[in-house]
């Protein structure tokens, strides 16, 4: 299983980025082969229309699985049409990848936001 989750940081022990779209790292935890790689989120700043980009390159890295908090039309549209399981989850991406194993993840059936919303950090 392959999994990409959105994060504020490159490691494991970070915290779930809200954002999916415009968080500032994404995580790729490949389960099977145990290797975890991050990268820069450098479309972040894009004032819109990101969606559809970040959509297709997580799709394109055969990814199975999506843990964020929030994600928008765009990218959920893709994932869905590549059969990728978005989950909803929040604080530390270790914690959240342990209750996605045990099943205890919420797994969503629609965008979380409206197209072109402005993000609002949740409390």
């Not at 297709?56 to 549209?77: H, K, M, R, W, Y």
């Amino acid at each position: 299983m392959k999994i990409a989750i959105s994060a504020t940081g490159s490691g494991l022990d970070s915290n779930i980025d809200a954002k999916f779209e415009r968080c500032r790292f994404f995580l790729i935890l490949d389960i099977e082969k145990n290797i975890l790689l991050s990268f820069v989120n450098r479309t972040k700043d894009r004032p819109r229309e990101i969606g559809y980009t970040i959509g297709q390159l997580i799709a394109n890295e055969g990814i199975d699985t999506v843990i964020t908090l929030d994600i928008g039309p765009s990218s959920f549209v893709i994932f869905k049409r590549h059969k990728i399981k978005v989950y909803q989850a929040q604080g530390v991406i270790e914690d959240a990848v342990r209750s996605l194993k045990e099943g205890k993840l919420k797994e969503l059936t629609k965008a979380t936001v409206p197209k072109y919303s402005v993000w609002k950090k949740k409390k």
